[in-house]
Antibody, heavy 121, light 110 residues
Framework: QVQLVQSGAEVKKSGASVKVSCKASGYIFTSYYLHWVRQAPGQGLEWMGIISPSGGSTSYAQKFQGRVTMTRDTSTSTVYMELSSLRSEDTAVYYC??????????????WGQGTMVTVSS | QSALTQPASVSGSPGQSITISCTGTSSDVGGYNYVSWYQQHPGKAPKLMIYEVSNRPSGVSNRFSGSKSGNTASLTISGLQAEDEADYYCSSYTSTSLVVFGGGTKLTVL
């Protein structure tokens, strides 16, 4: 079945970096855009950015420009999200999510299970 | 990019209908038919309920419907059931930053 499986929970110190993986299966990896969305404890959803698995092009939310890097490995159908210079406000569940169709403008139909990242001082 | 505006909470009794609004601008909700709605139960990943304003993914109950008028989109749930109690988020494509979410609405089934 179509699914996205993310890496496990992380605990990091302030100032460190974290890299979260998202492995796709059950569909043609290069055919669908993938987004990253995060959710701080008790808060709403926040869009972080998008990556094209086919060409690797990316677009990031302005808030994360300079701190986030999204990459992909087509040989393993995996996308990665690396966030640097971590601070306590980055404590959140990070999700990868696949676009429902072939347009990057469309909704997210498949979500990973989420990866909890905790930043401690 | 400001978040789309949703009511913080709504409630209804089993069998009733409720509507959740999502207000944006002409740069997002009003300008494109890429409005979507997500249901999220505690500790779970969001689930797509409506995409492209009014389309339901396969497997989503027809009790869920979406619409849009001007800069405001709406999610209507008819025949409320206990399992509908969850948080609901709207989202839209935006010309300024690609994706924007609403702040979320907590639905309580009385």
């Amino acid at each position: 079945q179509v699914q996205l499986v993310q890496s496990g929970a992380e605990v990091k110190k302030s100032g460190a970096s974290v890299k979260v993986s998202c492995k796709a299966s059950g569909y043609i990896f290069t055919s669908y855009y993938l987004h990253w969305v995060r959710q701080a404890p008790g808060q709403g959803l926040e869009w972080m950015g998008i990556i094209s698995p086919s060409g690797g092009s990316t677009s990031y939310a302005q808030k994360f420009q300079g701190r986030v890097t999204m990459t992909r490995d087509t040989s393993t159908s995996t996308v990665y999200m690396e966030l640097s210079s971590l601070r306590s406000e980055d404590t959140a569940v990070y999700y990868c999510a696949r676009v429902v169709g072939y347009s990057m403008k469309d909704a997210f139909d498949i979500w990973g299970q989420g990866t909890m990242v905790t930043v401690s001082s | 990019q400001s978040a789309l505006t949703q009511p913080a909470s709504v409630s209804g009794s089993p069998g009733q209908s409720i509507t959740i609004s999502c207000t944006g601008t002409s740069s997002d909700v009003g300008g494109y038919n890429y409005v979507s709605w997500y249901q999220q139960h505690p500790g779970k990943a969001p689930k797509l309920m409506i995409y492209e304003v009014s389309n339901r993914p396969s497997g989503v109950s027809n009790r869920f419907s979406g619409s849009k008028s001007g800069n405001t989109a709406s999610l209507t749930i008819s025949g409320l059931q206990a399992e509908d109690e969850a948080d609901y988020y709207c989202s839209s494509y935006t010309s300024t930053s690609l994706v924007v979410f609403g702040g979320g609405t907590k639905l309580t089934v009385l």
